[in-house]
């Protein structure tokens, strides 16, 4: 029953006849190449230009490398794959409507606070301002969530008390536990004249949730909306999803994190041992950065275009607390020129003086980061990462393994989760800067996904992280060495292989 299931499941289908059309087209361009001299020669002709064009892109070398090789390699193919794969080319028209949405929702948030003008944090923030035009607050009340448990418990009181609207925005939805409350929540605020707009991710949730799952939430009186759908067309666009986890109630609290919409993020259910992860809530007029951020995704997937004027707090509550919070978004190319989330944790890595502390599923990145951590740990920064002991892709932690040599030699020490799987992205810094958010030390959230985080500066939320990183540690980490680390020949040779096309995946 199960394999019959999996048969007729839309992801299958759609992937396949995906495969078909690219092997379609191969064998049209290996027919003509191994047909026409001419062809072939024309063919490694283009593939050099290509190539020169591609190292001449500001780019980091490790997007670049493998794209050139592919193409020099096999040079029809690999000049088709990177035309498919390797840039998303969107229309006009929907260029312009991503820009449209975001300049409109860029410009509602206010400008920063005077005080972190003359701050130590000042670059990281301005830096932030710049690429996202959200700026920082010092007004907001922010708490840290250290387990799904927790978070749920949060959510579903915070929005049994929405009066105004909701927005939710999620990678994963499915069926159960958590989905019902949540659920029955949102049908009761409908009938009360609640605003309910929520939106998920297609390849995220393909297999959670049936085909038509948004027209079921539609019919009882909830604005769905389907990102990026899924459709039977090769297609470089298929790449980018949203991985995005936001929820806003009335413009005054906000929510985001690690943590989708499914009983395992709570323990309900069992995957991948024990699940660990993370958010935050965030209440005041930082909550309009996440109204902003919301929009700019749902406008452009749908015509009922909702005007940010009508969602932002005209009168924020102002709450006496330390520190700054400053939301923050990051897209694919074209819709943003810079590698944001990227951006924002080689910051603080290289502005760490006394302690690093990471936690992430996946620790698959370019050279410059890995570089960046073992300078850390060489100038006398304590730099602790924790990543999953139970994997939920066997390949990727293979790579995620491949990726501690380099960094044990250097000093930085590497925890395992030993009761299962990790899935919270947190950075903590020196008792100054934090990081809660969606972005995994990955190429899929580096480049290819939407995302979102709050950086955080000398808030009381850091306290509570670190409270939690510590116990995490010493209660639950396997402290990772070079022998429990060690992959043999076969195992290395893959993770080299991955490791090297992993920024094209």
């Not at 090789?69 to 260029?95: E, H, Q, S, W, Y």
Request: charged share 20%.
């Amino acid at each position: 029953m199960r394999i019959f299931k999996i048969l007729r499941s839309r992801l299958l289908i759609v992937t396949l006849i995906i495969l078909i059309q690219i092997a379609l087209y191969l064998s049209v361009w290996f027919y003509l190449e191994n047909k026409y001299l001419g062809v072939q020669i024309a063919a490694y002709i283009i593939a050099v230009l290509v190539a020169i064009k591609i190292l001449g892109r500001n780019e980091s070398a490790a997007y670049k490398l493998p794209w050139i090789v592919v193409i020099l390699l096999f040079p029809l193919a690999g000049i088709f794959i990177l035309g498919m794969f390797g840039r998303v080319k969107l229309n006009k028209k929907t260029t312009e409507k991503f820009r449209d949405v975001y300049e409109v929702t860029q410009n509602a948030v206010k400008e920063p606070s005077e005080e972190l003008k003359s701050s130590q944090a000042f670059g990281q923030s301005t830096y932030i301002l710049n690429t996202c035009h959200l700026p920082a607050f010092n007004n907001t009340y922010n708490e840290y969530l250290p387990t799904g448990e927790i978070f749920f418990e949060k959510l579903l009181f915070e929005l049994s008390q929405a009066k105004k609207y909701i927005f939710m925005e999620y990678f994963i939805v499915e069926k159960g536990v958590i989905w019902d409350k949540i659920h029955d929540i949102l049908l009761h605020k409908v009938k009360e004249g609640v605003e309910v707009y929520f939106m998920y991710d297609d390849i995220g949730s393909i297999t959670k949730v049936k085909r038509n799952f948004y027209k079921e939430l539609r019919n009882e009186g909830i604005h769905a909306v389907v990102f990026n759908r899924y459709f039977p067309i090769a297609a470089a666009i298929h790449n980018n999803r949203d991985h995005r986890k936001i929820t806003v109630i009335d413009g005054v609290t906000a929510f985001t994190g690690g943590i989708n919409l499914a009983d395992e993020y709570a323990n309900i259910k069992e995957v991948f041992g024990k699940w660990k992860d993370s958010g935050i809530m965030l209440k005041g007029q930082a909550v309009d950065s996440f109204v902003a951020l919301f929009l700019q995704n749902y406008n452009v997937m749908t015509r009922n275009q909702l005007h940010i004027d009508d969602y932002i707090e005209s009168n924020h509550k102002i709450y006496e607390v330390s520190g700054f919070v400053q939301p923050y978004g990051d897209g694919p190319r074209p819709i943003s020129n810079d590698y944001v989330g990227r951006d924002i944790y080689l910051n603080i890595i290289n502005q760490s003086r006394h302690y690093l502390y990471i936690t992430t599923p996946y620790l698959i990145v370019e050279y410059s980061i890995i570089e960046a951590l073992c300078n850390a740990a060489k100038r006398g920064v304590d730099v602790r990462i924790v990543t999953p002991h139970i994997p939920d892709k066997k390949t990727i932690f293979l790579m995620t393994r491949s990726s501690y040599e380099p960094l044990l030699n250097s000093g930085v020490k590497i925890y395992e989760y030993k009761p299962g799987f990790i899935h919270a992205k947190t950075f903590l810094c020196d008792d100054l800067y934090g990081v809660v958010g969606t972005v995994n030390l990955d190429y899929r959230s580096f480049v290819h996904h939407y995302e979102c985080g709050v950086w955080m500066y000398k808030t009381d939320s850091l306290k509570s992280m670190k409270a939690d990183f510590n116990t995490l540690v010493k209660v639950d980490g396997i402290v990772m060495d070079l022998k429990n680390s060690h992959l043999n020949f076969i195992n290395r040779f893959i993770k080299n292989v991955l490791n090297f096309f992993a920024p094209l995946l």
